[in-house]
């Protein structure tokens, strides 16, 4: 989807090194979130953010932090990359009201490689 | 905890056949359901979805079936095409803040 984006889309880094993963949408979403998947596991919560500034964990957020500045942005930050956070990442965007609300809409993606 | 489980990781159909592709839920208190599409390198598409409060609701080739006393749900595809072939999510509203459980996904292969 279009509307949401991911940057970088790859990304290999070496252990200890502190990277940023962007997401910007389009969509005029307030409540934004960063998800990884792992091969046998699913999409699993890291942080959520339901308006600017406001910043919440999931279920797997030791080892990363997240900055929300800015309504249409959500940063994810790993502060010391490890290699079993080599995974992939998706942002996903929801709409506070209307049809469908609880739907969140996915960016594409961005494959991290830690090694 | 929640959880949000799919029963088989892999279903392969005949092109034209029917697919089905169930699913397993733990919170008798979800109330909101969606079955998501991912296709290879992409992020995770939105099909269907369905409330506690029907059964059944159908899409243009798709229909979603909610089982509420067996914490059951299934995706039906009709007429199933190559371009079906995906990984398939069911997520369930945590109720929570908004967050959606994940299942792990059925990858589904269609065979010409």
């Known amino acids: 989807d279009a509307d949401v984006t991911q940057t970088p889309r790859n990304r290999i880094t070496k252990t200890g090194k502190r990277i940023m993963l962007e997401c910007s949408q389009t969509?005029?979403?307030?409540?934004m979130y960063w998800y990884r998947q792992d091969p046998g596991l699913g999409l699993r919560l890291i942080y959520y953010?339901?308006?600017?500034?406001?910043?919440n964990k999931g279920e797997i957020s030791d080892g990363y932090s997240v900055s929300r500045q800015a309504q249409a942005k959500f940063s994810l930050s790993l502060e010391s990359a490890i290699p079993n956070q080599t995974a992939l990442y998706f942002c996903?965007?929801?709409?506070?009201?209307?049809?469908?609300?609880?739907?969140?809409?996915f960016g594409p993606g961005t494959r991290l490689l830690v090694l | 905890g929640e959880s949000v489980g799919l029963h088989l990781p892999t279903l392969s159909v005949q092109e034209g056949d029917n697919s089905i592709i169930n699913c397993a839920y733990s919170?008798?208190?979800?109330?909101?359901f969606i079955w998501y599409k991912q296709e290879s390198g992409k992020g995770p598409q939105f099909i269907i979805d369905?409330?506690?409060?029907?059964d059944k609701r159908q899409g243009q080739r798709v229909t979603v079936l909610l089982n509420k006393t067996v914490k059951h749900l299934s995706l039906q595809i009709a007429a199933t095409q190559p371009g079906d072939s995906a990984v398939y999510f069911c997520?369930?509203?945590?109720?929570?803040?908004?967050?959606?459980?994940f299942g792990q996904g059925t990858e589904l292969s269609v065979k010409p």
């Open positions: 369905i409330r506690s409060n029907m």
């Open positions: 997520a369930g509203d945590g109720n929570q803040g908004g967050k959606l459980i």
């Open positions: 953010s339901f308006d600017v500034k406001d910043i």
């Open positions: 919170n008798s208190a979800s109330d909101y």
């Open positions: 996903a965007t929801r709409p506070t009201v209307g049809v469908s609300q609880e739907t969140q809409y």
């Open positions: 969509k005029g979403h307030d409540r």
